[in-house]
């Protein structure tokens, strides 16, 4: 059975930095395109970024371009998201998936099978 889990979540002020983990057990994410996705309360969830398996091909939402990075370690089974300069509208649960075949570039939420419960990450003013 596949589980996949974040971690790295909290509390910063605006301006601070974290930086989210997601880690896998029953599967081998070094072939699989991995994302991140968030959900604010009252929104629906969206895209956030996305690396591919090779790590050659990355999506970054407008809304975090410049502030987020991606970046994963195949021999650590570990997928990164270095988040800087934390903005209010940040908030949300984050969301670690994994795509649903190996060896596949698409970044739509629909080609995700994998999803971690989520870490909190709330930024304060």
């Known amino acids: 059975q596949v589980q996949v889990v974040e971690s790295g979540g909290g509390l910063v002020q605006a301006g601070g930095s974290l930086r989210l983990s997601c880690t896998a057990s029953?599967?081998?994410?070094?072939?699989?395109?991995m994302g991140w996705f968030r959900q604010a309360p009252g929104k629906e969830r969206e895209g956030v970024s996305c690396i591919s398996w090779s790590a050659t091909s990355t999506y970054y939402a407008d809304s975090v371009k410049g502030r987020f990075t991606i970046s994963r370690d195949n021999e650590k089974n570990t997928l990164y998201l270095q988040m800087n300069n934390l903005e209010p509208d940040d908030t949300a649960t984050y969301y670690c998936?994994?795509?649903?075949?190996?060896?596949?570039?698409?970044?739509?939420?629909?080609?995700?099978?994998?999803w971690g419960q989520g870490t909190q990450v709330t930024v304060s003013s």
């Open positions: 029953g599967l081998s994410l070094h072939a699989y395109t």
């Open positions: 998936a994994a795509s649903k075949s190996p060896y596949t570039y698409d970044c739509r939420e629909f080609s995700f099978a994998h």
